[in-house]
T-cell receptor, first 112, second 115 residues
């Protein structure tokens, strides 16, 4: 059973701070890793994807992957109240276009 | 560039009824995956369609079935609805296998309520 684990939160950070969201996965053969943002009542919106060990930066967002530890994280710099949402970690299997396995999501609250 | 579209937005049904949900993939995409998201949970994979065939299936009963049309759009059918089928149903589109494009983009979802 492939599993993706996330702390459900809520994670509360002050405006302007760095928010750190973490995710672990069970399938060592996983190849692709995604972070989605989901506002209440809306569908998931892709923020970032990462395939290789290390860091990948896009604007205020940085994804970090450590395959040896089976760990992926998302850092949000200069957090804004508009970043308040549930962040879903998703992992793809060990061949192309396999189904995404999602964590339950971490709820982030950015306090103004 | 048209994104993923789904219809209807909301649907209310009673137990035992049947429902059909529709999805059109993002322009240029040929693969459609369906997910069920219960309240407070992450999306759960139902099945995936590519080249008009069901390619992969998650742990869902046969009451859940689907179809993909030549224009890549897709339908999800659920028969004999149960209260537990109440959820947000998400369609995601992507490029086909072997293209290296496994990133999935989600539509707005269909909120199904079973009474």
């Amino acid at each position: 059973q492939k599993e993706v684990e996330q702390n459900s939160g809520p994670l509360s950070v002050p405006e302007g701070a760095i928010a750190s969201l973490n995710c672990t996965y069970s399938d060592r053969g996983s190849q692709s890793f995604f972070w989605y943002r989901q506002y209440s009542g809306k569908s998931p919106e892709l923020i970032m994807f990462i395939y290789s060990n290390g860091d990948k930066e896009d604007g205020r967002f940085t994804a970090q992957l450590n395959k040896a530890s089976q760990y992926v994280s998302l850092l949000i710099r200069d957090s804004q109240p508009s970043d308040s949402a549930t962040y879903l970690c998703a992992v793809n299997g060990n061949s192309g276009n396999t189904p995404l396995v999602f964590g339950k999501g971490t709820r982030l609250s950015v306090i103004a | 560039d048209a994104g993923v579209t789904q219809s209807p937005t909301h649907l209310i049904k009673t137990r035992g009824q049947q429902v059909t949900l529709r999805c059109s993939p993002k322009s240029g995409h040929d693969t459609v995956s369906w997910y069920q998201q219960a309240l407070g949970q992450g999306p759960q994979f139902i099945f995936q369609y590519y080249e008009e065939e069901e390619r992969q299936r998650g742990n869902f009963p046969d009451r859940f079935s689907g179809h993909q049309f030549p224009n890549y759009s897709s339908e999800l059918n659920v028969n004999a609805l149960l209260l537990g089928d109440s959820a947000l149903y998400l369609c995601a589109s992507s490029l086909g296998p072997g293209t290296g494009g496994d990133t999935q983009y989600f539509g707005p979802g269909t909120r199904l309520t079973v009474l």
